[in-house]
């Protein structure tokens, strides 16, 4: 999350707003559970935020989001807040009012992208392969609207 830290060097912390962007983990074909793999990918993901400082969680209405983020939520005693999936737009609306504020969002090989693209990024992130799970991405912004992207991996690299 060494991101997180340059940016608070550049930009004071109350002007950034940071979201974290993930789908959700690894699936056994079209199934809503996830796999073994998934699972260790879902205990990755709780690793590799233990450190951050979250002030709200998000995920989809479908078990292997919940699940994806449930390791997470355990760890930090959290509760994730439901989503429409099928509203990106009026998901986006939501989350302007998180200023200053350090947002997790679990979703879906199309969701994410098009969720970070409505964020303002350029140029536009393309939806993800049925089968890559291992994108984390950090959209910061500030107060003036000034909007970057940096893709990570974690957990065992996928396609």
């Known amino acids: 999350?060494?991101?997180?830290?340059?940016?608070?060097?550049?930009?004071?912390?109350?002007?950034?707003t940071t979201y974290i962007l993930v789908r959700q983990a690894d699936r056994t074909g079209g199934e809503d559970v996830l796999s073994e793999k998934g699972e260790i990918r879902a205990r990755e993901?709780?690793?590799?935020?233990?450190?951050v400082d979250l002030d709200m969680v998000y995920c989809s209405d479908y078990?292997?989001?919940r699940a994806t983020v449930d390791p997470m939520l355990r760890q930090k005693g959290m509760e994730a807040t439901?989503?429409?999936?099928?509203?990106?737009?009026?998901?986006v609306e939501t989350l302007e009012s998180h200023q200053g504020k350090t947002v997790l969002i679990v979703g879906h090989s199309n969701?994410?992208?098009q969720t970070i693209n409505m964020?303002?990024?350029s140029p536009?992130?393309?939806d993800l392969n049925h089968d890559q799970y291992d994108r984390l991405y950090i959209v910061s912004r500030s107060m003036t609207g000034d909007t970057r992207l940096v893709t990570l991996q974690f957990g065992e690299d996928t396609p």
């Open 124 to 126: 536009p992130v393309p």
């Open 111 to 113: 969701t994410v992208p």
């Open 1 to 16: 999350m060494f991101f997180l830290l340059m940016a608070s060097l550049v930009w004071s912390q109350d002007d950034l």
């Open 63 to 65: 078990r292997r989001t």
């Open 119 to 121: 964020l303002g990024v």
């Open 82 to 91: 439901i989503y429409n999936a099928k509203d990106i737009p009026g998901f």
């Open 45 to 51: 993901l709780s690793r590799v935020l233990e450190y």
